[in-house]
């Protein structure tokens, strides 16, 4: 049974994840990585703070924090960043590029039936996930959830069924995007409640008490929130890690609606305008922002 909140405002239909903030430590090597393993671009410099992605796109924001801590286990923060990719040839371009330069940080993959993932970290122990996503025609969704499932995908097959030479010369040529963020919380309760019933998402997939996953549009999943390692978290203190979600609606008057909704129902948030900005029950900091501004 899909539980959705009893509020007719929900997010438009065309939202879209924006790039994740990461706070490292060392910026030159996690530049490196998210540039030479991941294969994105750097786009832009700006004072202690690198963007990188494919084209025009930003993916990742890396902004030095040497001032940082790592988080302590079982905090709340991120659970991995999913970079999507428009084909399996570039995906498997990327994979590519994993296994030859840091075959260390792989850590599993996986067949989901809405699409195919392969997961690793990157250096300061940020978790990853790249990905392809099937055609919403062979989508399943049953009693308004979407079926999503965890079978086995070897990287090998898939790399000799989809990598081609063109790929494997020009890893970086494609279009990328964070397809959706993954979050470890202290509770799905409180999550459901939140980025449900307060923020405007729909729920599209539950595992028990175990893991939330949430949409606009009837995506499989834009977040996911589980407590996998992190149940009865906290608060977060600042640390290394997560520094920011960005989430992008299509139209101002969609920013304007949510900042309203955001207020109505006593969630505190910073609206300069163009943004509007705000922290979940775990002092993961969200903000929202119209579609290429």
């Known amino acids: 049974m899909t539980l959705q909140s009893t509020s007719t405002e929900r997010l438009a239909a065309d939202t879209a994840m924006g790039p994740v903030t990461l706070d490292v430590a ?56 999913a970079i999507l990719f428009p084909t399996r040839t570039a995906l498997a371009a990327v994979l590519a ?40 025609t062979q989508w399943s969704w049953v009693h308004g959830q979407v079926e999503m499932a965890t079978l086995h995908l070897d990287p090998n ?29 202290g509770d799905t309760r409180t ?15 539950e595992l028990g008490n175990q893991a939330l996953f949430v949409s606009a549009g009837g995506y499989h999943h834009h977040m996911a929130m589980n407590v996998w390692t992190s149940r009865g978290a906290g608060r977060r ?23 309203e909704r955001m207020r109505h129902v006593g969630v505190q948030s910073a609206d300069d305008g163009r943004t509007v900005s705000f922290e979940d029950p775990w002092a993961n900091r969200i903000q929202v922002r119209v579609a290429g501004s």
Do not use: C, K
Not at 175 to 184: I, M, N, Q, R
């Open 237 to 259: 203190f600042p640390t290394l890690g997560l520094g920011q979600v960005d989430i992008e609606l299509p139209t101002s008057d969609d920013v304007g609606a949510l900042t």
């Open 26 to 81: 060392d910026l030159a090597g996690m530049t490196a990585f998210y540039r030479d393993v991941i294969t994105l671009q750097v786009i832009s410099e700006e004072g202690p703070v690198v963007t990188l992605g494919r084209g025009t796109t930003p993916v990742v924001h890396l902004r030095h924090s040497p001032q940082l801590r790592h988080a302590t286990p079982g905090s709340a923060g991120l659970f991995h960043t």
């Open 191 to 205: 999550a459901r409640e939140f980025y449900v019933d307060r923020l405007g998402f729909d729920t599209t997939a």
């Open 97 to 136: 590029s994993v296994a030859q330069q840091a075959p260390q940080r792989f850590t599993g993959s996986a067949d989901h039936l809405v699409s195919q993932a392969f997961y690793l970290d990157d250096p300061e122990g940020n978790g990853i996930e790249l990905y392809w996503d099937r055609d919403r």
């Open 157 to 185: 097959d898939f790399l000799r069924q989809h990598l081609t030479p063109e790929a494997l010369q020009t890893p970086g040529s494609s279009d990328a995007v964070v397809g959706h963020v993954h979050l470890s919380v």
